[in-house]
Structures are given as structure tokens and as C-alpha cells.
């Protein structure tokens, strides 16, 4: 006859084994998802500041974009202002001319050098709006000469004395610009 066998003690003999097999596929999984969130948690922080990189790009981006049309709009205002200023004390243009000056070309430009110096102060940082203020102010004493009223006609006008405290008012106004850019330089580039 057959014999049987104990099978009771066999499967206490297997079961070390099959505890160890357990324990061995516990600790590989765990091993393998330490692993993963390891892996998972380096590439989460490489893209968080490959991201803060990118933006710290587009923020400097905007930036030189609006002082070189900061620099164009000032630039353009200073052209236009001195026109203006010579139509003015021009005794040979009539009144109609002197309006056409301002409305087609001086206001325009004053228009786009107000937009450029909004832009720029918002996108300065607060060490630069002070400085931006000296170019509003030097703009602002630009365009009070360019439009002052010449009521008692251009030859009543000291044009020696009005040119002298109009080209200071321009130089003031450039240099204003220019100290203002050297310092965005740095903080653009």
C-alpha cells in the first residue's frame, strides 16, 4: 500500500521559507518605491526651478522690451518738443500751424512716453521707480517749455534765454534717462 505522508510537518518546513519569499518581495517593492519617490521628487525639484528659471527669463525679457520702448518713446518726445518749440517762436508759422505741430505730432509723442513710463514702472523694480520719477519730472519740465504760451507773439520771446533753459531742460532729461538705464542694464541682462 502507499504510504502517506505527513504533510503537516512539510508545510511547517515551508513555511520559514515562504515568510522569508514574503518579507524578500516586501522589502524589493519597498525598495523599488523609494526608489521611484526618490526619483519622482528630483524630477519634481529640477523642474520647479527649470520653471523659476523660465520665468525669471520672461520677467528680464519684458523688462529690456519696455526700456528699449522707454528709450524710443523718450527720445521720439525730445524730437517732438523741440519742433514744437520752434514752430512756436517761429514768427513766419501762423497759429494754425503751431496747433497742427502739437496735435499731430508733440501730443502723440507725449502720449506714447507716458505709456512707456507706466509700463516700465510697472515692471521695474522699487529702486527703479525712484529713478524713473527724475524722468517724469525732467519730461514734465520738457514739455512745460515746448508748450508754454508765447501770448506776446515770438518776438517778444528772449529766444536766446527761452533756447538756453529749453536745451538744459532736455539735457537734464537725457541724463535723467541715461543714469536710469545704466542702472536697468543690470538688472536686465
Known amino acids: 500500500m502507499t504510504q502517506?505522508?505527513?504533510t503537516a510537518g512539510d508545510a511547517t518546513a515551508e513555511r520559514p521559507r515562504q515568510r522569508g519569499t514574503v518579507f524578500a518581495a516586501l522589502a524589493g517593492a519597498l525598495i523599488g518605491?523609494?526608489?521611484?519617490?526618490?526619483?519622482s521628487t528630483l524630477a519634481y525639484f529640477e523642474a520647479k526651478d527649470?520653471?523659476?528659471?523660465?520665468?525669471?527669463?520672461?520677467r528680464a525679457d519684458i523688462r529690456r522690451a519696455a526700456y528699449v520702448e522707454l528709450a524710443g518713446?523718450?527720445?521720439k518726445f525730445v524730437q517732438q518738443a523741440t519742433q514744437l518749440l520752434s514752430v512756436s517762436l517761429d514768427p513766419a508759422k501762423t497759429p494754425e500751424?503751431?496747433?497742427?505741430?502739437f496735435e499731430?505730432?508733440?501730443?502723440?509723442a507725449n502720449t506714447d512716453l507716458a505709456r512707456a513710463l507706466t509700463t516700465v514702472r510697472l515692471v521695474t523694480t522699487p529702486e527703479g521707480r525712484r529713478d524713473l520719477e527724475e524722468i517724469s519730472t525732467r519730461s514734465t519740465r520738457v514739455g512745460e517749455w515746448a508748450t508754454a504760451e508765447y501770448t506776446d507773439g515770438p518776438e517778444a520771446v528772449d529766444l536766446k534765454k527761452t533756447g538756453a533753459a529749453f536745451s538744459e531742460a532736455l539735457h537734464r532729461q537725457l541724463a535723467a534717462l541715461q543714469?536710469?538705464?545704466?542702472?536697468?542694464a543690470d538688472e536686465a541682462l
Do not use: F, I, V
Open 4 to 6: 502517506k505522508k505527513d
Open 33 to 39: 518605491a523609494l526608489a521611484g519617490l526618490t526619483g
Open 50 to 58: 527649470t520653471h523659476r528659471e523660465e520665468a525669471g527669463a520672461r
Open 73 to 75: 518713446s523718450t527720445n
Open 97 to 101: 500751424e503751431r496747433r497742427r505741430q
Open 104 to 108: 499731430d505730432r508733440y501730443a502723440p
Open 179 to 184: 543714469t536710469y538705464m545704466d542702472r536697468a
